[in-house]
């Protein structure tokens, strides 16, 4: 029946397509025969699928679905391919190195030599970038992670240098910027002052309806290119997939690269402390840490292929871990009273919150492109707001310092 189906390499989209084919192009021609309403025709499609995978469909294998996991094996050769590129004349060989090494240490297990040979490279990266409190980090992590004894005398040449350094204040390159480091990002700052309700958004924005564009935003004062307007934070960020191994998986920062530590479940997370780990474990990553990797792999964009899934962690965590409270929060909503305009963001509850994600159109502005085309936004939001065909490109011409994106 599905014999088209290759077993590797294929992704959510192949599978549907040959779905359709073979099985639900049927479907949906015996449902056009029952002259069924739209809401027969979803059941009776709902109840076919649902049929299908209690029928053995075998979607793991089609999918090659199979658990992420550590494996220092693997660790060891991706810290080869650092060791390889590790060059103290070659700025972007290093910067690759860097990567290399944080890879390694995400793929090798907890307490593992092969984590503390990562960590213990990753030391020489800092020294080389004269980031000595890093190195001096990296030096601890590696001894913590089972770091072999006829090694120690390197890491502990490595720790003196680092001390030494940091005492002699070589750090010159610093000095001469006035800055305490290198990864500082630029505070965003509204053009104009806060609404009341609001304090995200500049007073000048409100929320309009008419014939013309339905509801929309208005700008009550002219603004130029540039101007900031509106910043958020996300319901639900996420690192873009090639930075999985640069920043953090919860607060989305660069400013840790050099002393990320892994999830200890899968391959795919990492974060700038134990803080950030916990967190991002107890809102949302217990739900998708054994599942991410094959997520990214067969969506066919890694972002859009876990954002769903992770905005559904944080509504199932945003509602004490019980889809039955949180069934019963939705059948309880009035959807008209969400009002992400009038609603006082001073006060409001993660439930009030998730209430302005699930009634989305134009409520939280950050998911305006979803649903909005960009010629259906006011030429006046355009022109002062819209530099890029979207939201993300728009975001991205902002220093934010994080790679994050809202929906
Ligand atoms: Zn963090
Ligand atoms: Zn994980």
Redesign the pocket.
Known sequence: MFGVLQPKGIGVSGLFEALWEQTIRNWTKRAGKRQLTHEQYVAFMVQEISGLFENGFPYRHLLNLRPDGKNNAKAKVLRNLGNSLYHPTRAVAMSEALLYYNESIAHAAKGSEARALAYGNRAAVCYHYRRYADCLENVRLARASNYSDRLAAKLKQREEQAKIAMEQNLCEHLQRSGRTTDFVAEELKLCCQAHANVPQMAECLQLGRNAQFGQHIVTSRPLKVGDVVLFEKPFVTMVSHEFRHLR?G??C?EA?CFTLIPCEGCTMEM???EE?LSKAYQEYHRYECGIVRDLKRIADDPINGVEGIRAVAVAIVTFGNDLDTHQKHLNGLDESKVNAFTMDWNTATAKDIYNTVHVRPMQNLATAKIWRCKSSIPPSYIDSCWSGPSWERCAQQIPTGANCYSI
Request: aromatic share 22%.
């Open positions: 953090c919860y607060c920062s840790n974060y700038c402390s950030c």
